[in-house]
């Protein structure tokens, strides 16, 4: 980092605000749910809350800098998403600088810029200051990595009166997670906000800013996306073989040698090359030693900027989306069928829930008959195949959903709505439930009947281990599950989480690959999971073990299982795969859930799940065997998706993940 010293660069804080005081409308798709109230004085107090569905972060912020924008002291303290205490504290003392956390703490020479763990958003204003203060816009930062920016975008407003045609200025800022994070300025230097499809903090009275500042993120987004696609993305001509590798049949269990002759998207012959007719120049890619399976799904994602590299560079080349924006997600898809953008097939599950004060991220709402009937055929009209409702949906309102999905030929699942029980909601027609908590709350229904907020979690955390898979109500349950063919889509990564994960001590979901994340992600890894009221703290500490156990059981009983992770894109789902080991799961039943089963539940068994002559050309190769050691899946060294060869090195190195394998295989000409 060099300081600049053209001191006509350096933006005062003072100018976050007129009057010394200002007001960001936190948003979540388009409506507010909180508010980021920003204070200057002698130092700035940021108190920043907002409500998701109960849960949010509600934390008090005091900080100071010095003449070049660096943190000089930093206190925070309030609650976090979970709702677990914060206490964080950084100071500049004696040339020496200090920091504190329930997460981390460290000591080091003064110079660096502090981010905070529990930084409220309009901190990466006061770092965007910083970075457009010093001469290489660069800074390293506390306790790891450094950040960069670069000025990305100039547009005019179109708002009208006193900010008619104002100039606005975006800065992405690199080094804060996979992707650069955009922070908007006025061009006189003052801090804007920030927008997102999820999020977007702006000015009370200018939120009507979001779309044209969201536009002009996403025009960068997507070109940045095609140019991706056509580095990374290697495509040979005509027919070409996998030659050597061991391959994964889902319908036996068993890997046997075998090679594999692709042309364009699909597969054309399997078995023994010797036996096939190939071109005298064919192109071989060579898999020796190398496990060959089809390409992962993963069931449970809410698909984002970045997503689709991290998906592919894991194997995961099909993906079920169960909540997103239905004027971005179509136009997604479409993107990457093009080959624009880099990502597995997606299918599309539409999204509705019912008014209220914990209603989901969610645009559409379902409270009448003609609600329900008006969205269930415009999401078949727009080639979703499933409805997921949510948990403020009238329970009342399920069974029609259940018919009209079904008229139309759409699979219907999603959270068991408030004030209904999991058996109550398969009786009403639902195909497939998400998350495994809500098998567990149809046991809970005295205790947590009410489940559209933590309640849904803390309920189980107090009680999970109370419920035993042999007793005769949670054994009616299962097979009532197991004789409809009740799908479970039981995302427990999540919950090894919320049960497992300790404070100062990296999430056990991402303990094997936490070394090889960007520094601002290792950190984020480290905050734990949800806090026990006093006196829960052993019955939380059995709750996970108890939905292993559970899960086991289902599985057992023939509940056909998918395999989602509603968590981190690729990674999730390796770890998904290990804890249906945990559970007592075979490796080859895991496999089979994870390609073929997958594709089933999906109604794409015709043409993905398998490796076969027709099928889609979706296969991985990985070093070592997953039947052997499930985590064996985390070694993918190459992807093929729609016949397009991944070097999965390439794709984690692009979104600044560390990748410590040897180079795969490349083509090479028949001798």
């Not at 972060?57 to 002291?73: K, L, S």
């Not at 790891?144 to 200025?169: H, N, P, T, W, Y």
């Not at 998904?576 to 007592?584: D, H, Q």
Request: charged share 25%; with cysteine.
């Amino acid at each position: 980092m060099v300081r600049c010293v053209w001191l006509s660069l350096l933006l005062p804080l003072s100018t976050l605000a007129a009057d010394n005081e200002s007001r960001n409308a936190v948003l979540m798709l388009g409506k507010q749910a909180g508010e980021e109230i920003i204070t200057v004085g002698d130092e700035t107090r940021v108190q920043f809350s907002y409500n998701d569905r109960g849960r949010g972060a509600d934390i008090d912020v005091r900080f100071a800098v010095d003449a070049a924008g660096i943190p000089t002291r930093v206190s925070i303290s309030g609650k976090d998403y979970y709702k677990s205490p914060v206490d964080e504290s950084f100071a500049v003392e004696n040339g020496s600088a200090r920091w504190r956390s329930a997460a981390e703490s460290g000591e080091a020479p003064a110079g660096k810029f502090y981010w905070p763990i529990e930084a409220p958003p309009m901190f990466l204003g006061v770092l965007a200051k910083a970075l457009l203060a010093d001469e290489d816009r660069s800074i390293d930062l506390y306790p790891a990595g450094s950040a960069r920016i670069a000025e990305v975008a100039r547009v005019k407003s179109s708002e009208s009166g006193m900010f008619r045609k104002r100039e606005l200025v975006a800065y992405e800022i690199s080094g804060l997670g996979f992707l650069p994070s955009t922070v908007w300025f006025d061009a006189n230097g003052e801090y804007l906000g920030q927008v997102g499809g999820w999020m977007t903090m702006l000015p009370i009275g200018r939120e009507a800013l979001q779309a044209e500042l969201e536009t002009v993120q996403r025009e960068r987004e997507t070109a940045r996306a095609k140019e991706w696609a056509q580095a990374l993305a290697h495509k040979p001509q005509g027919q070409w073989l996998v030659a050597g590798g061991k391959m994964f049949d889902p319908r036996t269990g068993i890997a046997r040698a075998s090679d594999v002759l692709i042309e364009g998207d699909r597969i054309v012959g399997v078995g023994d090359a010797a036996a096939m007719k190939l071109p005298a120049d064919i192109e071989r890619f060579d898999a020796k030693g190398k496990f060959l399976m089809p390409g992962l799904w993963d069931n449970h994602v809410h698909f984002g900027d970045g997503d689709g590299l991290l998906h592919l560079a894991a194997g995961v080349t099909s993906v079920r989306d169960m909540a997103n924006d239905e004027a971005v997600l179509p136009a997604r898809v479409a993107r990457i069928e093009a080959g624009e953008e880099i990502g597995p097939r997606i299918i599309m599950a539409g999204f509705m829930d019912g008014r209220g004060p914990f209603a989901g991220p969610t645009k559409v709402f379902v409270d009448t008959p003609e609600e329900a009937e008006q969205w269930v055929n415009w999401y078949a009209d727009h080639d979703y195949v499933q409805i997921k409702v949510y948990s403020s949906l009238k329970p009342k309102l399920v069974p029609l959903i259940a018919r009209l999905a079904h008229r139309r030929g759409l699979r219907l699942s999603g959270h068991v709505p408030a004030f209904m029980t999991a058996e109550q909601f398969i009786a009403a027609g639902a195909d497939e439930l998400q998350h495994l908590n809500f098998v567990f709350l149809n046991f809970l229904y005295k205790e947590a009947s009410d489940t559209r907020d933590m309640t849904r979690f803390t309920a189980v955390g107090k009680h999970a281990a109370e419920i035993d898979p042999l007793g005769p109500r949670e054994r009616k349950l299962i097979q009532a599950m197991a004789e409809r063919r009740t799908v479970l889509d039981a995302t427990v990564n999540i919950f090894e989480g919320m049960f497992e994960a300790q404070r100062g001590s990296v999430n056990p979901s991402y303990a094997a690959i936490a070394n090889r994340l960007p520094a601002q992600v290792r950190r984020s890894l480290l905050l734990g999971g949800l806090t026990p009221a006093k006196g829960d703290e052993e019955r939380y500490a059995r709750a996970f073990a108890s939905m292993l156990r559970f899960l086991g059981a289902l599985h057992q009983a023939g509940v056909p299982i998918v395999p989602g992770t509603d968590s981190l894109a690729g990674f999730g789902l390796h770890r998904e795969l290990e804890l249906y080991a945990g559970a007592g799961i075979p490796t080859a039943d895991i496999l089979r859930m994870a390609t073929l089963g997958s594709a089933e539940v999906n109604r794409r068994a015709h043409e993905v799940g398998l490796i076969a002559p027709g099928w889609r050309a979706d296969l991985i190769l990985i070093d070592g065997d997953p039947l052997a050691d499930i985590s064996d899946i985390r070694r993918v060294r190459t992807t093929i998706k729609a016949g397009a060869i991944y070097d999965t090195s390439e794709l984690y190195r692009t979104v600044g993940v560390a990748k410590d394998v040897a180079p795969p295989a490349k083509l090479a000409p028949e001798s």
